[in-house]
């Protein structure tokens, strides 16, 4: 029955057109709701073109089935080809007796409830909870690999914050892995896991764009940038070497002092570079440069006994550097998320293991919360968007909703802090209090006192207090001034050594 097959498709078509509509007029304020939506409509997208090419497959490709059922409708006894489709549905139910009626309204309409599942999957099981609903990354368990690094042992240990400023970078100086350290499996497996989160995260949290496109575009920019050989770090065609002591060019690193190319490391001593030669690690990465580059010869000499090794060796390199750029790319389209991710960890580093606690169980409970108030107050949504139960005037957190009442006085936020050099501006909570000193308000009315120093002018907030201080400074320094002058010694002829003073008053006195 193609003709039928033809109807439910259109009308499974329309029906996801329809609940895209609905769920597109929709605005959710909690993140969690927004990003249920927006799979939603994704899954929605995706089922509405696997079954538009089913169709256009009936329609170019069955033609001449179709020509064949409508001729057998048409023509002939009518009730007997009625009886026979009639009798191939028995049939088919008879084999079939438990088989559901799938029914297309129900299937696609909101769940008020905003439970789990449906066509969006669970969204609190899609992220962990250091990501809060794809608003922050969660890099500890990468961070964790980055260390076990075999280039990371030997250094200095990052802390995660400066591992979320530096993950994204591959070259000297900020990077100090080497060329040869990152063609073991180790880092090979750890670059593949970054990107392969990167990627995953912005298709948990961007579902509805083009991803695929994005990444085709990534893929063609790394394919030009290898074939003019501009990728950063993987450039074939490095510094010679003399003597297997590499010339150290000033221009790599910082510029500031003497590279070695071989180790891709950068000495501000000569004297120092002089003695890395002679070490073992150098001698090392000497020889296997020295190498990669004879085998390099070989190919371009039309010897093809190394090729094949070069060729596993570039390969290898290449599969490298495609990672190491996908990972710059997904970054930089990420930079919002890696911001608000380090905002949030350093916000945390300041909070008790109590207060992580208190404030997790908060975020659950208020996703309850809003659950359970969308389940009985379906019919009222609108009215509770408009106006929030606010009666004790607590701070509004991001989603526009009263933080909880034990966070308020955890954070001292009904304590009011005035500041007269501010304009009498009244600062909430002791946090807000002690940032405001280092902001342009209570800079720009200290200059306005004359007051250039602001650094000494913490935790002062009169105007009277504060031109006392600063004329006590300025006193001081007089005196510290004074005492400078008083140390100009003079020599008398014979020899002896006094303070100008003093030689003045002997010198009235006639005794020299």
């Not at 927006?38 to 995706?46: E, Q, R, V």
């Not at 093809?304 to 550097?321: D, V």
Request: charged residues 35%; glycine residues 6%; hydrophobic residues 30%.
């Amino acid at each position: 029955m193609i003709h039928e097959d033809l109807r439910f498709l259109h009308e499974d078509i329309e029906r996801l057109e329809s609940a895209i509509a609905d769920r597109v007029l929709e605005e959710p304020k909690h993140v969690r709701n927004r990003l249920k939506r927006d799979h939603d409509i994704a899954a929605f997208l995706s089922r509405i073109q696997s079954q538009s090419e089913r169709g256009l497959q009936i329609y170019n490709g069955e033609q001449e089935a179709r020509t064949q059922e409508v001729q057998a409708i048409s023509t002939g006894d009518q009730f007997e080809e009625f009886y026979k489709r009639l009798d191939e549905v028995k049939s088919f139910h008879k084999r079939n007796p438990n088989e559901p009626v799938e029914n297309l309204e129900r299937a696609y309409k909101r769940v008020e409830d905003g439970g789990s599942g449906g066509f969006a999957g669970d969204i609190d099981g899609m992220f962990t909870g250091e990501e809060s609903f794809g608003r922050f990354f969660d890099l500890t368990m990468l961070h964790e690999e980055f260390l076990n690094l075999p280039a990371m042992k030997a250094g200095r240990k990052l802390t995660y914050l400066q591992y979320l400023d530096i993950f994204d970078v591959f070259t000297p100086p900020r990077c100090s892995t080497p060329k040869q350290e990152k063609l073991t499996d180790q880092y090979f497996t750890y670059v593949g896991s970054l990107s392969q989160y990167l990627e995953s995260f912005i298709r948990r949290t961007k579902p509805l764009e083009d991803l695929e496109k994005l990444f085709k575009d990534f893929d063609e920019e790394f394919e030009k940038s290898w074939e003019q050989n501009e990728v950063p770090g993987w450039e074939s065609n490095a510094p010679q070497t003399n003597g297997g002591a590499s010339i150290g060019p000033v221009t790599e690193g910082t510029g500031e002092g003497v590279w070695c190319a071989d180790c891709e490391k950068e000495f501000k001593n000569e004297n120092v570079y002089k003695a890395h030669l002679t070490g073992k690690k150098h001698i090392k990465n000497a020889e296997a440069r020295q190498e990669q580059k004879d085998d390099s010869g070989d190919v371009e000499m039309g010897n093809t006994t190394n090729a094949p090794t070069t060729s596993t060796a570039r390969l290898k390199e290449k599969a490298i550097a495609e990672r190491e750029h996908r990972i710059r790319k997904l970054a930089a389209t990420m930079q919002t998320e890696r911001e608000d991710t380090r905002v949030n960890v350093e916000r945390k580093a300041g909070m008790t293991d109590r207060e992580r606690q208190q404030e997790l169980a908060a975020l659950y409970a208020e996703d309850e919360a809003a659950i359970n108030a969308a389940g009985v107050n379906g019919e009222d949504e609108d009215d509770s968007d408009e106006k929030i139960y606010n009666p004790l005037k607590l701070p509004l957190a991001w989603d526009g909703k009263p933080i909880p009442f034990w966070l308020y006085k955890l954070h001292g936020l009904g304590v009011e802090f005035p500041c007269e050099i501010c304009g009498n501006y009244v600062y909430m909570g002791r946090r807000a209090f002690e940032k405001h000193f280092s902001e342009a308000r209570h800079v720009h009315g200290l200059k306005c006192l004359g007051i250039t120093n602001t650094a000494l002018f913490r935790e002062i907030t009169q105007i009277e207090e504060a031109q006392r201080l600063w004329e006590k400074i300025q006193r001081d320094r007089k005196k510290v001034q004074e005492r400078k002058e008083d140390v100009v010694e003079m020599e008398d002829t014979a020899g002896n050594v006094m303070p100008v003073k003093v030689y003045q008053d002997l010198e009235k006195m006639g005794m020299l």
